[in-house]
């Protein structure tokens, strides 16, 4: 799981590439997405595995809204290394992980949503 520094360095090089405005709109926002998926719950994680914890982070960063530009594509990041991290990878093609994006910041799905389709759409990384 990354640091608030590193995610915050890493919001700035996207916005920079996709010429998005950068800055933080609300730190604490930030803070609770990157906890979400380190909670726990009477000495057992909530989410204990890797897609869990991903998706988790993704709809986290995607609801709560932390930077003034960027979090679907900052939240599709962080989602995609914490599984890469795992040594997973995504196996949909670039046109549905748009559309689970754009599902996931209209509210259109959820977490249990979110976690069925990793788990449909998840593969060994190479």
Partial sequence: MMEKQEV???HERLNERFFGASGLRD???LEAALARPLASFGGDELYPGPLEKAAALAESLTKNHPFVEGNMRTAYVL???QLL???LDLSAGEEERQQL???LATSRMHYSQL???LQQHTKRAP
């Fill in 8 to 10: 915050l360095q890493l």
């Fill in 115 to 117: 976690l069925a389709w």
């Fill in 101 to 103: 994006m754009l599902a």
């Fill in 27 to 29: 730190e604490r926002a």
């Fill in 85 to 87: 991290e795992a040594g």
């Fill in 79 to 81: 989602m995609r290394l």
